[in-house]
Nanobody, 125 residues
Framework: QVQLVESGGGSVQAGGSLRLSCGTS????????VAWFRQAPGKEREGVAA????????YYADSVKGRFTISQDNAKNTIYLQMNFLQREDTAMYYC??????????????????WGHGTQVNVSS
């Protein structure tokens, strides 16, 4: 019912910035929040940032707080993740996902039913 397409990944040096986009489309259902997750090889999937569609409440992992900003453009049905001061540890495949769960749960991957295919972010030092 919800299709998600990520874009904006690439390779940057440490200290650089990238902005990821998650384009959304829906044929039905209810989406309360959209979140960005990341997963590096050999590591667990990590919830990075989430936004509640109605109201715009945001949630961040401690590891990115102060460096990353999640936002939305309702007219474009697009969710953004602005990533500043990137570190090598930020290297991962980044996914966006949609859930009907309450905002407090939106950084938990278990609550998300719809997922994009990911966009790769590589940070070198």
């Amino acid at each position: 019912q919800v299709q998600l397409v990520e874009s904006g990944g690439g390779s940057v040096q440490a200290g650089g910035s990238l902005r990821l986009s998650c384009g959304t489309s829906r044929t039905g259902g209810y989406t309360n929040c959209v979140a960005w997750f990341r997963q590096a090889p050999g590591k667990e999937r990590e919830g990075v940032a989430a936004i509640v569609i109605q109201g715009g409440m945001t949630y961040y992992a401690d590891s990115v707080k102060g460096r990353f900003t999640i936002s939305q453009d309702n007219a474009k049905n697009t969710i953004y993740l602005q990533m500043n001061f990137l570190q090598r540890e930020d290297t991962a495949m980044y996914y966006c996902a949609a859930s009907s769960a309450a905002g407090r749960y939106c950084l938990d991957s278990d609550v998300h039913l719809y997922w994009g295919h990911g966009t790769q972010v590589n940070v070198s030092s």
